[in-house]
């Protein structure tokens, strides 16, 4: 199991935050653009998402690893999303 970089309860504003090899935990993020530079691990557990957009810089080349981002980075970044307001 590779080692990430741990950050807990911090609040990131206006920033570029990585995801890939960093373990958030807690944390708030806050117009940020946080970037998937792999499919590697990342985690972000109890973290809210204000404003902010992904930057996905990914290579997938065959249905395993499409499997593991659906699974790991996808999953997070749907949560993350603003949903829109229905239309009256």
């Not at 973290?47 to 593991?68: A, K, P, T, Y």
């Amino acid at each position: 199991m590779p080692s990430l970089l741990l950050h807990a309860d911090k609040t990131f504003r206006d920033q570029v935050v990585y995801a890939t090899g960093h373990a958030y935990q807690g944390c708030v993020f806050e117009a940020c653009t946080i970037v998937a530079q792999s499919i590697g691990p990342g985690v972000f557990q109890n973290c809210r998402f204000n404003g902010c957009v992904w930057h996905l810089n990914l290579v997938i080349h065959d249905s395993d690893q499409w499997d593991e981002f659906m699974g790991g980075f996808a999953a997070i970044i749907t949560k993350s999303l603003p949903r829109d307001h229905p239309r009256t």
